[in-house]
């Protein structure tokens, strides 16, 4: 799910897209004051596709790394004698 108006989150760090996340948190509580609640409701759907894109990367990094432990032989560690 991409916002229009919103940078492509697969175009930034992990840095950025935190930082991003961190600003738009700070934009939602100061919309949350105002009576008119679009504005709410668009800096929330920024918010979750960069949470998203965050998540996916997590989740990718997870897996390669479970992938990663399953391929190591444990020959060398397992000690029969």
């Known amino acids: ?3 229009p108006l919103a940078e492509d ?3 930034l760090s992990n840095d950025e897209l935190q ?3 961190s600003q738009l948190h700070k934009k939602y509580v100061t919309a949350s004051r105002f009576p ?3 504005l709410v409701r668009q ?3 920024m918010i ?4 998203e894109e965050q998540q996916r990367r997590y989740r990718k990094i997870r897996e390669e790394s ?4 399953q ?3 444990l020959d060398g560690l397992v000690n029969v004698d």
């Open 1 to 3: 799910m991409y916002h």
């Open 9 to 11: 989150p697969t175009n």
């Open 19 to 21: 930082e991003k996340i």
């Open 36 to 38: 008119d609640q679009s």
């Open 43 to 45: 800096v929330q759907s």
């Open 48 to 51: 979750i596709m960069y949470t």
């Open 66 to 69: 479970k992938n990663k432990n």
């Open 71 to 73: 391929d190591q032989d």
